[in-house]
């Protein structure tokens, strides 16, 4: 380990340099008299969370397998991708003049390349035989941008030896990687990687490559909506809607930022300008509070609703590109401020009601997205700071907007934000993951916050090494729904992919209407005769009603409307027959109905769906024509 005497203070700009960027002039801002607020949160997060990681790294030599690694306090295991902490703890180093910080990068990379380094110069996803190689690429880009930026930090020896490891990781990536290799996100992140890691150690192959990946790239932006898409497959073919597998969770979180960054480091305008007009629309999503409305996308079984599971974050895509849209600087802003408020012990949860519900966190959140803190570090971008003077698209009200290459349709009526989808994509061979059908997959209120939400249809490990286990036996989709329980199979209205939808208008009054059936996952009807379903979702400026309606006798007394009403266990309950108050801490939610409601049993008064991290009170609802009526005051 480095000795405290050789301890340097770097002379290079540290982390406003990361990257290899050359910020515009107006962001070097060597002593502001005011710092932005998202330099002060996101300063304060990054200490917080690597103080908490350093802590949890295991320093007893007598734990042979541990020895070296950040323990996850919740699983008592050291998950494969944690060397990439590698790179925030030189960050802290440097920002802290603290040499402990070098010991634990140190100690760090040793438990690295001794449990997850392999023959090919691959790392693994997992200490685990067999597991995925192609996470490779993000520890490449972190431990180059330790290299490049905080060289002066690392012992000679060292330095040497961090060289020649990722000379050959990078080889191992040139070689195995192409725009075809896993999702979108592996070849999109091997752009920025390959590219850095050719300019750090002029490899002019790595560069080239990198180059070539990333205008490949750019035809995987769709020419309606400018959604990036690939997370899935058939990578090049839509679905019978016209539909291309899009997950904003990884878009924002982990494509998007890599080209970004590839578009700053080499100053290419021509991909700096389809990324920005892709981050553009993907921010139509980012509710108001923060929240990423991922309720609809092909991966969303790792929604976390401030983001995805195991990606880094939105603010180095955003905020970097903040000197082109004022707006982005307001999207960095809103979503480290979502990340503070999930934030306990050092550690971010894994959603809004974790912490309510006494649902532990896994560490994989934290020390993945502590390097997009490491990103914006020495940003600071004061003169884009007055977020009040800018709207996001969901701040304003503007009725509806329909995005064809997803099917989905966005609200913004009054006080009110909906999602409403028919998206018919799912996620490669996966089936039941995210709801379709006509499904209201968001309902939040200014006041109120989220009030209705979309889950997996059902809760499945489709990442088992990178998702939590729901060991709760009355766990249950949060997606309002209609559904029919045959011999264990679940027949609903949320999973049929042939759903249709349209919009309509009565005075005030703005109408989506759906027509569905009653499907498994498989799209196959009930036993005994096809069940067609009417929702509609009726918003106005203060008040949504939804009218559930569906027809076939022979499953009539069978069929039930959950209604899942999104609450943390600080609410406040009271119910009678046909009506459920709710007291939040700045408003009063009222969900009534036209038939008796039934609460459903939970375990500790609320239900609790990992997707996306949310509490909710079920509500069972029996009949063939229901109306629900949902009042903020």
Excluded at 440 to 457: D, F, P, R, V
Excluded at 509 to 532: A, G, H, M, Y
Aim: glycine letters at 6%.
């Amino acid at each position: 380990m480095i000795s405290r005497r050789n301890f340097i203070k770097s002379s290079s700009l540290g982390s406003l340099a990361l990257m290899g960027l050359t910020m515009p002039d107006a962001f070097l801002l060597s002593a502001p008299a005011a710092k932005s607020q998202l330099y002060l949160r996101s300063n304060e997060l990054l200490q917080t969370w690597g103080s908490k990681l350093r802590q949890l790294q295991v320093t007893d030599a007598t734990r042979t397998t541990e020895y070296g690694g950040i323990l996850c306090p919740t699983y008592n295991i050291v998950h494969g991708r944690v060397g990439d902490t590698i790179l925030p703890f030189f960050h802290l180093a440097h920002k802290n003049n603290d040499s402990s910080y070098i010991d634990a990068a140190m100690l760090l990379y040793r438990w690295m390349e001794k449990t997850v380094s392999q023959e090919d110069g691959s790392w693994l996803n997992e200490p685990v035989k067999n597991s995925w190689k192609g996470t490779t690429i993000f520890t490449i880009i972190a431990l180059t941008e330790a290299l490049r930026n905080y060289s002066a930090l690392m012992e000679p020896a060292f330095r040497n030896e961090l060289t020649n490891r990722l000379k050959k990781a990078g080889e191992f990536v040139y070689t195995t990687f192409n725009i075809d290799y896993g999702n979108i996100n592996y070849p999109i992140s091997a752009s920025y990687g390959l590219y850095l890691l050719g300019d750090t150690l002029d490899v002019r192959k790595f560069k080239t490559k990198g180059t070539e990946l990333a205008h490949q790239a750019m035809k995987f932006i769709t020419p309606k909506d400018k959604l990036l898409f690939g997370e899935g497959d058939p990578y090049y073919e839509p679905s019978k809607k016209g539909c291309f597998s899009v997950d904003l969770g990884y878009n924002v979180e982990e494509s998007l930022p890599a080209l970004t960054a590839y578009g700053l480091l080499t100053k290419d305008e021509e991909v700096l300008q389809k990324v920005t007009a892709s981050l553009q629309a993907h921010m139509e999503f980012m509710l108001p509070d923060g929240g990423w409305d991922n309720s609809w996308g092909t991966r969303n079984y790792k929604w976390t609703y401030w983001g995805s599971r195991t990606s880094d974050g939105c603010q180095p895509a955003y905020a970097l590109l903040a000197d082109r849209d004022p707006r982005f600087y307001k999207v960095a802003l809103l979503n480290t401020q979502l990340w503070k408020q999930c934030t306990k012990d050092g550690l971010l949860y894994g959603g809004p009601h974790y912490i309510s519900h006494q649902v532990p966190p896994s560490v994989h959140h934290t020390f993945v997205h502590i390097k997009a803190l490491v990103a914006i570090a020495d940003l600071d971008l004061t003169d884009k700071a007055d977020s009040s003077a800018v709207q996001l698209p969901r701040e304003k009200v503007y009725d509806t907007r329909f995005f064809s290459d997803i099917q989905t349709y966005l609200v913004s009526k009054g006080k009110y934000r909906a999602t409403v989808t028919a998206y018919d994509r799912e996620y490669k061979k996966t089936k039941s993951g995210h709801a379709t059908g006509g499904a209201l997959t968001m309902l939040w209120h200014e006041k109120a916050g989220i009030l209705l939400c979309a889950s997996m249809n059902d809760y499945q490990l489709f990442e088992a090494g990178n998702m939590q286990p729901d060991n709760d036996p009355l766990s249950m989709p949060l997606t309002p729904r209609l559904e029919l329980m045959i011999d264990g199979i679940a027949y609903r209205n949320i999973n049929d992919l042939n759903a249709q939808m349209r919009v309509a208008h009565d005075h005030q009054k703005t109408i989506i209407e759906t027509k569905s059936r009653l499907v498994d996952k498989d799209q196959n009807n009930p036993p005994q005769e096809e069940v067609r379903c009417s929702v509609n979702y009726i918003f106005s400026d203060n008040v949504v009603n939804i009218h559930f309606s569906y027809d076939g006798e022979s499953y009539s007394d069978q069929v039930r409307t959950v209604v899942p009403l999104i609450s943390p266990s600080t609410d406040i309950l009271s119910a009678t027959n046909q009506k459920i108050t709710l007291q939040k801490e700045s408003a009063k939610v009222y969900l009534s109905s036209s038939v008796k409601m039934i609460q459903l049993p939970t375990t500790g008064g609320r239900i609790f769906n990992f997707v996306p991290g949310l509490e909710a009170i079920p509500v069972q609802l029996e009949g063939n024509d229901i109306e629900v009526e949902i009042e903020i005051n």
